[in-house]
């Protein structure tokens, strides 16, 4: 399924998440994997979180029905996913990074296999249209 232009942007930034999530998992190298994970983050990461909890969630929730369980999820995930990446410190451990990749890998497959179908099933055409715009200006005014 062709993913709708609301999520699109968002979907493309999956990808490199799981690029990061894939050399996290592979890597024998800790500190670089670490080092590379916190580039990510500084560069796209920590904006698509919030991206996702205070434009997609909210404006979700105001032309649809959220699903209250799949929204919760997110929210969990999300918290897990900061709290690995603090944990890494200053000298990360292999097992650390892995688990860090291992979560971000499978933080996006539910997002991308069950969330945004879920909203893509909610919302009409013209909402997926508002919601669009509201994921493009919070992504243009970062």
């Given at each position: 399924?062709?993913?709708?232009?609301?999520?699109?942007s968002l979907s493309r930034e999956h990808h490199q998440a799981l690029t990061i999530a894939q050399?996290?998992?592979?890597?024998?190298?800790?500190?670089?994997?670490?080092?590379?994970?916190?580039?990510?983050?500084?560069?796209?990461?920590?904006?698509?979180?919030?991206?996702?909890?205070?434009?997609?969630?909210?404006?979700?929730?105001?032309?649809?029905?959220?699903?209250?369980?799949?929204?919760?999820?997110?929210?969990?995930?999300?918290?897990?996913?900061?709290?690995?990446?603090?944990?890494?410190?200053?000298?990360?451990?292999?097992?650390?990074?892995?688990?860090?990749?291992?979560?971000?890998?499978?933080?996006?497959?539910?997002?991308?296999?069950?969330?945004?179908?879920?909203?893509?099933?909610?919302?009409?055409?013209?909402?997926?249209?508002?919601l669009a715009r509201a994921v493009a200006e919070a992504e243009g005014s970062?």
């Amino acid at each position: 399924m062709k993913r709708s232009e609301a999520l699109r942007s968002l979907s493309r930034e999956h990808h490199q998440a799981l690029t990061i999530a894939q050399e996290l998992r592979r890597s024998d190298d800790p500190e670089r994997a670490a080092a590379r994970f916190h580039e990510f983050w500084g560069r796209e990461g920590a904006l698509h979180f919030r991206i996702e909890e205070e434009v997609l969630l909210p404006t979700w929730e105001l032309l649809g029905t959220v699903d209250a369980e799949a929204a919760a999820r997110l929210a969990r995930e999300h918290l897990e996913l900061r709290t690995a990446a603090l944990a890494l410190g200053d000298e990360p451990s292999l097992a650390a990074v892995r688990e860090l990749g291992d979560k971000l890998a499978a933080h996006v497959r539910f997002e991308e296999r069950e969330l945004f179908p879920l909203i893509e099933a909610d919302l009409g055409a013209a909402e997926l249209e508002q919601l669009a715009r509201a994921v493009a200006e919070a992504e243009g005014s970062q």
